[in-house]
């Protein structure tokens, strides 16, 4: 799941993997993003960046603008297939992630990488987003005619097991 939050102040990405609760995140001002779009060689400006990606995001079979999520291990592959040549990149922190917004026009091809950092997520979150899952499929089997077992002895082992 991704969070795009924009405002004056800048752009926020939030980005959640389902299964795992794993998060990654990164805040760019508004300077920092027309820097980053002037080095790529098709400067745009802040507003202009923001709703190409919000567009890119809430219209995935829109042909001009795309995102894609990549490691850092899919940047070095694309970075190889494309002939980059000299040393290969190690990165430091090899757990960030790239959301990469891609423009095209009938003249132009732009990638603007945008990085985001793991952060760590609380315990207490962890266990909610537990309780979450087991409620969801508890509703589930409900709404399919089934009778949840939420008050079994198992599921009350497995979420004092979780959370030691």
């Excluded at 079979?61 to 000299?86: F, I, M, Y």
């Excluded at 132009?108 to 266990?127: A, C, G, I, N, W």
């Amino acid at each position: 799941m991704l969070q795009v939050t924009v405002d004056e102040s800048g752009l926020k990405l939030d980005l959640e993997e389902k299964l795992t609760g794993s998060i990654w995140a990164g805040q760019y001002t508004p300077e920092r993003l027309e820097e980053l779009t002037q080095k790529t060689g098709s400067f745009k400006e802040f507003a202009r960046f923001s709703q190409m990606l919000i567009d890119a995001v809430l219209q995935p079979n829109n042909t001009e603008v795309k995102v894609d999520l990549l490691t850092c291990q899919d940047l070095e592959q694309l970075r190889r297939a494309h002939g980059g040549g000299g040393k290969s990149m190690q990165p430091v922190n090899n757990n960030r992630r790239f959301l990469v917004l891609n423009y095209k026009t009938i003249y132009d091809k732009v990638h603007y990488p945008l990085t985001l950092s793991f952060e760590e997520v609380p315990q207490e979150r962890l266990r909610l987003r537990f309780v979450i899952r087991k409620l969801r499929s508890e509703l589930e089997i409900y709404r399919r005619g089934g009778t949840p077992n939420s008050l079994t002895d198992d599921w009350m082992k497995e979420s004092v097991s979780y959370k030691q």
